[in-house]
């Protein structure tokens, strides 16, 4: 089903600029989870959070179980910040994902 | 780090033909997943397990079969391919609850002639 809505689908930034991605659910989440497809497919984990926000570098994530949200911020994008970014929710006790659809974002010079 | 590993990375099968992708993990997970990702679906989970012997059905489980048949090795199996299963699959492992996140395999390209 869709539990839930990853916007916006598509992103361009310039270099050095910054931007929001934000997930709505449907339903009450139990942690959400912020991922990266690189240039080879690969999925590589950014955040996995229960509650509240957190930082790498110049990531920011936040998620908010009352108000069914998530967002992961970027600041500062360079141009390896490039590629797909996916969202999904923990919606059980069994660690089962429910997936965005992505947002492919490109950031250039 | 978790390892989660794929195989074959790539793959290309005839319509009808018989496909079996594997997923081996090294970190002792109880659970694993099968997932396609398809342009505009994001990723979507086709089968899990929640340990060896078990399989559960995700939300598109039609045209897909999975064995685990041990703890470290995750299976999918498409008995009769068919060219609307062309995707890339990925594998992930994770444990239940906790702060743990799933771990994904590299993915596996499939394309179904």
């Known amino acids: 089903g869709d539990q839930v809505e990853q916007s916006p689908s598509a992103l361009s930034l310039h270099e050095g600029t910054g931007s929001a991605l934000r997930c709505n659910f449907t339903?009450?989440?139990?942690?959400v989870q912020w991922f990266r497809k690189n240039s080879r497919g690969s999925l590589i984990n950014l955040f996995y959070?229960?509650?509240g926000t957190k930082e790498n570098g110049r990531l920011k994530s936040a998620f908010d179980s009352k108000e069914r949200y998530s967002t992961l911020h970027i600041r500062d994008a360079q141009l390896e910040d490039s590629g797909t970014y996916f969202c999904?929710?923990?919606?059980?006790?069994?660690?089962?994902?429910?997936f965005g659809s992505g947002t492919k974002l490109t950031v250039e010079p | 780090e978790a390892a989660v590993t794929q195989s074959p990375r790539n793959k290309v099968a005839v319509t009808g033909g018989k496909v079996t992708l594997s997923c081996n993990q090294t970190?002792?997970?109880?659970?694993m997943y099968w997932y396609r990702q398809d342009t505009g679906h994001g990723l979507r989970l086709i089968h899990y397990?929640?340990?060896?012997?078990?399989?559960e059905k995700g939300d598109i489980p039609d045209g897909y079969k999975a064995s685990r048949p041990s703890q470290e090795n995750f299976s999918l199996i498409l008995e009769l391919a068919t060219p609307s299963q062309t995707s890339v699959y990925f594998c992930?492992?994770?444990?239940?609850?906790?702060?743990?996140?799933?771990?994904f395999g590299p993915g596996t390209r499939l394309l179904v002639l």
């Open positions: 339903t009450t989440m139990r942690a």
């Open positions: 397990s929640y340990g060896a012997g078990s399989t």
């Open positions: 970190n002792n997970h109880n659970n």
């Open positions: 992930a492992s994770g444990e239940i609850g906790g702060q743990d996140t799933q771990y």
């Open positions: 999904a929710a923990d919606m059980s006790n069994y660690n089962v994902l429910y």
């Open positions: 959070l229960a509650s």
